[in-house]
């Protein structure tokens, strides 16, 4: 695996890049030698945070945690991105889909897991979209008391969402043409 780490508002020392690599090393048995993991180290007010991007074949696979030690957050990130790639592999066999970035030892091994990893829909809504601003969807989420809203956006007249992130800010996404 290829580490590519950043850091904002902080300084990459060696031992937290020696840490990462270790930590994160733990997941070389499940990837080809090429992977790239993107790794962003950064400090916001006392909080450390770690963000870990790896791009696979058909998706990526993600996860940020934040602490107030760095190292317990390099720990708390690798034992998500664990469980998304027990998950991640149930839905590959169930699709029979090529892992891509996958070894064949990850799909060979049988782990046992806390749940049975299947995706379940267990309700389905369906609603009209009336066009907005996104800024009166975030008002309309607000309202419902939601997460994240999804609306025809007035300006581009295509669907998009907003959505709360953790530090209570809003995020929108957009199609890419």
């Keep these: 695996m290829k580490f590519i780490i950043i850091g904002k508002n902080i300084d990459v020392t060696a031992g937290l890049k ?4 270790n930590k994160l090393g733990k997941l070389e048995r499940y990837f080809t030698p090429d992977t790239e993991v993107h790794v962003t ?7 450390q945070k770690i963000e870990v991007t790896i791009p696979v074949k058909g998706g990526i ?9 760095m190292y317990v957050s390099i720990d708390l990130v690798e034992e998500i991105i664990e469980r998304q790639l027990r ?31 299947e995706i379940k829909i267990v309700r389905t809504k369906k609603f009209g979209f009336k066009p907005m601003y996104p800024e009166d969807a975030c008002v309309q989420m607000e309202l419902l008391g939601h997460d994240f809203f999804v609306f025809r956006n007035a300006e581009t007249d ?20």
Aim: charged share 40%; net charge negative.
């Design 18 to 21: 020696e840490a990462v690599e």
């Design 41 to 47: 180290l950064s400090v916001q007010r006392e909080r």
């Design 61 to 69: 696979i993600r996860s940020e945690e934040e602490c107030n030690d």
């Design 87 to 117: 998950k991640y592999k149930t839905k590959l066999i169930a699709k029979h889909q090529e892992g891509g970035n996958f070894k064949q030892e990850f799909f060979d091994k049988e782990e046992p897991s806390e749940d049975d990893g």
């Design 158 to 177: 295509e669907v998009n969402v907003v959505y709360r992130r953790k530090n209570g800010t809003f995020g929108l996404i957009e199609p890419e043409c």
